[in-house]
T-cell receptor, first 110, second 115 residues
Framework: AQSVTQLDSQVPVFEEAPVELRCNYS??????LFWYVQYPNQGLQLLLK??????LVESINGFEAEFNKSQTSFHLRKPSVHISDTAEYFC????????FGTGTKLQVIP | DGGITQSPKYLFRKEGQNVTLSCEQN?????MYWYRQDPGQGLRLIYY???????QKGDIAEGYSVSREKKESFPLTVTSAQKNPTAFYLC??????????????FGPGTRLTVL
């Protein structure tokens, strides 16, 4: 069985400040890890994913996540957020099937 | 443009009625999925299909039915047996079947409200 925990349901942050969205997972086997972003009333879009290799993965819009096997974490970070980053972010873990976390709403304050 | 379309965007139904949500993809993907999203609960898998004419139950299949007669289409029927159908429904597809590394691509969703 696998599970995903996103401890923070909401994260307010000022524009241009750094942010970290936390994600912890549990699984009895090696898994793939994903971060998805959802803008209001839209579907989910893949932000980045870890399959194997380098533990640091980056997205095209400045987000990055680091796979930490010993801490079973896959936290999402951005050094400087923009208003347009306001959205809900979902961490997901998958091997045979994908399990999603409950989401973290990022609110960027001007 | 390739992608996934879901219709309608908003759907209202009376209690006791069945309703069918449409999902179409032109990505030539083999696998398709239906998820239900409720506030604070993330996404939960209802049904998935890895190939035409075959589908499997997900975690919360009770009260739902699906068909996969064509590769590009995977409609979901919410039956009157579903006790709490009001939710946001998301369809997704992926090139590879479950267990592969292929990304799931999501449609824009259908918000179903039962009156």
């Amino acid at each position: 069985a696998q599970s995903v925990t996103q401890l923070d349901s909401q994260v307010p942050v000022f524009e241009e400040a750094p942010v970290e969205l936390r994600c912890n997972y549990s699984s009895s086997v090696s898994v793939y890890l994903f971060w998805y972003v959802q803008y209001p009333n839209q579907g989910l879009q893949l932000l980045l994913k870890y399959l194997s290799g380098s533990t640091l993965v980056e997205s095209i819009n400045g987000f990055e996540a680091e796979f930490n096997k010993s801490q079973t974490s896959f936290h999402l970070r951005k050094p400087s957020v923009h208003i347009s980053d306001t959205a809900e972010y979902f961490c997901a873990v998958g091997y045979q099937k994908v399990t999603f976390g409950t989401g973290t709403k990022l609110q960027v304050i001007p | 443009d390739g992608g996934i379309t879901q219709s309608p965007k908003y759907l209202f139904r009376k209690e006791g009625q069945n309703v069918t949500l449409s999902c179409e993809q032109n990505l030539n993907h083999d696998a398709m999925y239906w998820y239900r999203q409720d506030p604070g609960q993330g996404l939960r898998l209802i049904y998935y299909s890895q190939i035409v004419n075959d589908f499997q139950k997900g975690d919360i299949a009770e009260g739902y039915s699906v068909s996969r007669e064509k590769k590009e289409s995977f409609p979901l029927t919410v039956t009157s047996a579903q006790k709490n159908p009001t939710a946001f429904y998301l369809c997704a597809s992926s090139a590879g079947v479950m267990g592969s590394t292929d990304t799931q691509y999501f449609g824009p969703g259908t918000r179903l409200t039962v009156l």
